[in-house]
């Protein structure tokens, strides 16, 4: 089954970085598009930004709060994806997850295209 | 503001039927992209519910469905259960964004 782990939250003060890990299992990281959401306390899911699959190019993009402090990358060596978080801001505190876009598979036949999720992992930035 | 527009809450006894409503428009339900839910319970992650607008993974009782029409989408839980309270999301593709997007989340209170 697909499994994905994150880590590396915790807690830091602002300006601060954070590089969050997302390893997943089942599949490799540059087959299928990856994504970081965030949740902040009693609030929605927030969509971070994703890294596409390889061979849709591998394009990156950003949520507008977090374009140009946060960074995507991918290691296939390691089966993991990142996520660099720069010049952090009180604002960016609560659960990221990550996710990916991959095959479900049941009897039926396959579907590619649902969001497998990590157990999210927890950062705080406070001064 | 969510490109997909879900109530913030909805409520319902137990053994009763209640649904849960995902508008989008013309850029993604409406342009027959597939809808997911998501079912969210207190301190967890979003764990698949529904794909591909009515399907139900393995292990997901048959009270819930999902149904598709136009720009909306709907989930319906009968025989409501305790357990069931929960945020309940829903995912669509956005042509404009370029990218899949989740509606605001749904709590859902059983009563």
């Known amino acids: 089954e697909v499994q994905l782990v994150e880590s590396g939250g915790g807690l830091v003060k602002p300006g601060e970085s954070l590089r969050l890990s997302c390893t997943a299992s089942k599949f490799t990281v540059s087959d299928a598009l990856m994504s970081w959401v965030r949740q902040t306390p009693g609030k929605a899911l927030e969509w971070v930004g994703h890294?596409?699959?390889?061979?849709?190019?591998?394009?990156?993009d950003y949520a507008a709060p977090v374009r140009g402090r946060f960074s995507i990358s991918r290691d296939v060596s390691e089966n993991t994806l990142f996520l660099q978080m720069n010049s952090l801001k009180t604002e960016d505190s609560g659960v990221y997850y990550c996710?990916?876009?991959?095959?479900?598979?049941?009897?039926?036949?396959?579907?590619?295209?649902?969001?497998?999720w990590g157990q999210g992992t927890p950062v705080t930035v406070s001064s | 503001q969510s490109v997909l527009t879900q109530p913030p809450s909805v409520s319902g006894a137990p053994g009763q039927m209640v649904t849960i409503s995902c508008t989008g428009s013309s850029f993604n339900i409406g342009s027959n992209y597939d809808v997911h839910w998501y079912l969210q319970l207190p301190g967890t992650a979003p764990k698949l519910l529904i794909y591909a607008n009515t399907n139900r993974p393995s292990g997901v009782p048959d009270r819930f469905s999902g149904s598709k029409s136009g720009i909306s989408a709907s989930l319906a839980i009968t025989g409501l259960q305790a357990e069931d309270e929960a945020y309940y999301y829903c995912q669509s593709f956005d042509s404009r964004m370029n990218r899949s997007v989740l509606g605001g989340g749904t709590k859902l209170t059983v009563l």
């Open positions: 890294i596409k699959s390889r061979d849709d190019g591998g394009e990156i």
């Open positions: 996710t990916a876009k991959w095959l479900y598979c049941s009897s039926s036949g396959c579907y590619k295209g649902v969001d497998y």
